[in-house]
């Protein structure tokens, strides 16, 4: 079982900043990938950010040059610090783990986070 704890969402301006974490707790292996997901009213869950362990990580188009993930392997977190906010970022933000369960098989299992609310609006 793993556990995933988002924090650091709320309530900015557009142009203003937030930084979410995730944190992931519980019995695996080792985390392969995580990455962050957004849901808006009435949208499609939507794919925002991934990263792997070695560190490489993805974008979707819309938040390139403005979201940059990074991650704390020993302390198995997860970041996203989101700059020059829009409107359009306002969105449930759900921490997503890519998880090996044991060393001794190459079985992965998917986790979620409960969704940190981020807010854009002036």
């Known amino acids: 079982q793993v556990d995933l704890v988002e924090s650091g969402g709320g309530l900015v301006q557009p142009g203003g900043s937030l930084r979410l974490s995730c944190a992931a707790s519980?019995?695996?292996?080792?985390?392969?990938?995580m990455g962050w997901y957004r849901q808006a009213p009435g949208k499609q869950r939507e794919l925002v950010s991934t990263i792997t362990r070695e560190g490489t990580s993805t974008y979707v188009d819309s938040v390139k040059g403005r979201f940059t993930i990074s991650r704390d392997n020993a302390e198995n977190t997860v970041y996203l610090q989101m700059n020059a906010l829009k409107p359009e970022d306002t969105a449930v933000y759900l921490c997503n783990a890519l998880v090996r369960q044991s060393r001794w098989t190459f079985d992965e299992s998917t986790y979620w986070g409960q969704g940190t609310q981020v807010t854009v609006s002036s």
């Open positions: 519980g019995t695996f292996f080792v985390i392969n990938a």
